[in-house]
């Protein structure tokens, strides 16, 4: 079932006569609705495209949840990302938090194709670059990144999603680590479940994520 606020200026002047501080929280590569109405922009599966078979919103790789996912490459794609964002910044949200700014990760990535992304280059160049374009295009808006809880504590390399920590400092006003235990490895700091061990997980990835902070300042 789609919800949708009939009255969001109204919603956030409410807010803000209570005092309360408004993010916008906006989902970026993970997208449903434009990767069906451009499959140009989209990433697809390798799988479902032959010589009879062009690309198309039938040809889509679609994650563990069934979402299609945009290119990270994709300048178009960048440009609509920044336009809501204007948008959510000219009705008065005090700031917008960026979500899924990464490559997919689950089941079957072996199966995908780009169109944008040049393979030759790295995906943390790719992400950093997006980042750095929104940086650009939102100069005077508070923005934050929602970004994999486990990049705090890797030091080489990117996870395979483009994500880097420092690449996120540099950029954003407030970055958001989701350091949910059960998101890390099973093995994280030698423990057989990670996620049966909260307080050492989430206090061990905050030190690194503080101390390569302070190291950036």
């Known amino acids: 079932e789609e919800r949708k606020i009939k009255d969001i200026n109204g919603v956030i002047k409410k807010l803000h006569d209570a005092g309360i501080y408004v993010i916008a929280r906006l989902t970026v590569f993970q997208d449903p609705i434009l990767g069906t109405k451009r499959p140009d922009l989209t990433i697809h599966d390798l799988t479902k495209i032959s010589s009879s078979t062009p690309i198309s919103s039938s040809t889509l790789w679609l994650d563990n949840h069934g979402m299609s996912w945009l290119d990270p490459a994709a300048r178009e794609a960048w440009a609509y990302t920044a336009k809501i964002a204007k948008d959510a910044a000219a009705r008065g949200f005090d700031e917008i938090n960026f979500d899924y700014i990464r490559f997919p ?39 934050s990144a929602d970004i994999f809880g486990q990049t705090t504590v890797t030091y080489r390399g990117d996870m395979g999603i ?18 949910y235990p059960s998101h890390y490895v099973k093995s994280f700091l030698g423990f057989e479940n990670a996620a049966e061990h909260p307080y050492e997980v989430v206090r ?14």
């Open 162 to 179: 483009g994500q880097v920590l420092e690449d996120a400092y540099e950029y954003f006003d407030a970055v958001a680590p989701m350091v």
């Open 105 to 143: 990760s689950d089941e079957g990535i072996e199966n995908t194709r780009f169109f944008s992304w040049n393979e030759n280059t790295s995906r943390e160049s790719a992400i950093r670059n997006f980042f750095q374009y929104l940086r650009d295009e939102l100069p005077n808006t508070k923005i």
């Open 204 to 217: 061990y990835s905050m030190k690194h994520a503080k101390a390569r902070l302070e190291a950036m300042s």
